[in-house]
């Protein structure tokens, strides 16, 4: 199985500051990863696919990069509604690991 | 509008065996693969099981294999899992989750979630 590790699993910021998650998993997956949102009692949300792909709707602040290993997830200038937990996801393979999650909280 | 609504969870025995549902609307069902993915109180994500669009093809993940069964009904628009020999590591919210499957496989719409509790 591919293992995903995510960092760092929680991180204060204040709206604004321009914030940095990164995803390595245990071997190379080609672009294969993705980067979802998830806000307390709600269902997730794909922000991002294929790596660097914005999904429809969501703000250009958010965007992603990397490739074979290691990965980033980067938010430019983070706003208010942005303070949630997101998770990694490679779909290289048929046993769609996910992170462990990153939880960012208002300093 | 895409619409994914599970429901069939609740409070189950240890060792009982639960089906859970998810119906389907504002789409082409039969066209995509679904997924269930769940999500154990206060825990991460866990992806559980897939099927592709005509049912032909499932994976599962090691912690239910054996156990678990996913499958649809493509003329109802529906997904299910067939979850037996359920434990109590099996309590999570299960997610029914649309797979976009283009270039990069993405989950892309999810239900509300359903919550299954096992405990005696």
């Known amino acids: 199985d591919i293992q995903m590790t995510q960092s760092p699993s929680s991180l204060s910021a204040s709206v604004g500051d321009r914030v940095i998650i990164t995803c390595r998993t245990s071997q190379s997956i080609s672009s294969y990863l993705n980067w979802y949102q998830q806000k307390p009692g709600k269902a997730p949300q794909l922000l991002i696919y294929g790596e660097s792909r914005l999904q429809t709707g969501v703000p250009s602040r958010f965007s992603g990069s990397g490739s074979g290993t290691d990965f980033t997830l980067t938010i430019s200038s983070v706003q208010p509604e942005d303070f949630a937990t997101y998770y990694c996801q490679q779909s290289y393979s048929f046993l769609y690991t996910f992170g462990q999650g990153t939880k960012l909280e208002i300093k | 509008e895409v619409r994914l609504v599970e429901s069939g969870g609740g409070l189950i025995q240890p060792g009982g065996s639960l089906r859970l549902s998810c119906a389907a609307s504002?789409?082409?069902?039969?066209?995509?693969?679904m997924h269930w993915v769940r999500q154990a109180p206060g825990k991460g994500l866990v992806w559980v099981s897939r099927i592709n669009n005509d049912g032909s093809s499932t994976t599962y993940a090691d912690s239910v294999k054996g156990r678990f069964t996913i499958s649809r009904d493509n003329a109802n628009n529906t997904l299910y899992l067939q979850m037996n020999s359920l434990r109590a590591e099996d309590t999570a919210v299960y997610f029914c989750?649309?797979?976009?499957?283009?270039?990069?496989?993405?989950?892309?719409?999810w239900g509300q979630g359903t919550r299954v509790t096992v405990s005696s």
């Open positions: 989750v649309r797979d976009r499957f283009m270039a990069v496989p993405s989950f892309d719409s």
């Open positions: 504002g789409f082409t069902f039969n066209t995509y693969w």
